[in-house]
């Protein structure tokens, strides 16, 4: 049996360094064996179908394949659809309301606990928001996640520790449902 996924790929192609062209990661992935690969945007999103492992040992085996290729590590998180159409469904907030660059999804690794983030007095960011969801946060920022002091806390490494965390916003979220349907 296939299943169609979406792989997250952390902190590649920002600043002009960390460079992976996606028609290298297309090839790359191809060569693993996935079949149905796209890629989206330029900022480390690509979808494609397997019909060996799970989340964990794809999203592994693609951090390796990419170490080999291009001389770095990238961490990397694999979802499948079912999982990327559940956070949007599971949306604590009015997603349909707001601007997209309003709101955004951090996808970890591992699930995640709220004493993980006992250390952020909410009420000292407001309007801003953030939510625990099944191994996601979503965050809130009206003014965008550039001017987000909530943001800011959230990736602070104590509070990462121990998961690989990514975040996209909400028009990415969206459109990787687009794309890992069928």
């Known amino acids: ?27 790359l992935m191809e060569g693993l064996g996935h079949e149905g690969v796209r890629t ?11 019909g ?16 080999r290729h291009f001389g770095f590590g990238v961490d990397v998180i694999v979802r499948d659809h079912a999982y990327v159409r559940a956070v949007v469904d599971h949306c604590p907030f009015p997603a349909g309301a707001l601007e997209p ?7 970890f690794s591992a699930p995640v606990t709220p004493e993980r983030f006992a250390e952020i007095d909410p009420a000292a960011h407001l309007p801003e928001e953030f939510r625990l969801g099944d191994r996601v946060l979503y965050l809130y920022a009206p003014d965008g996640l550039g001017r987000s002091r909530l943001a800011e806390h959230l990736a602070r490494p104590r509070i990462n520790k121990g998961v690989v965390a990514t975040t996209r916003n909400w028009n990415t979220v969206t459109k990787l449902v687009e794309l890992t349907e069928g």
Request: avoid cysteine; glycine fraction near 10%.
């Open 40 to 50: 989206h945007l330029q900022s480390g999103q690509a979808v494609f179908t397997s």
């Open 52 to 67: 060996h492992g799970d989340e964990e040992s794809l999203a592994a085996e693609l951090a390796g394949a990419l170490e």
């Open 1 to 27: 049996m296939t299943t169609r996924y979406a792989a997250l790929l952390r902190g590649i192609n920002v600043g002009g360094s960390r460079k992976v062209p996606m028609a290298e990661l297309r090839a």
């Open 101 to 107: 660059k309003q709101l955004h999804v951090t996808y």
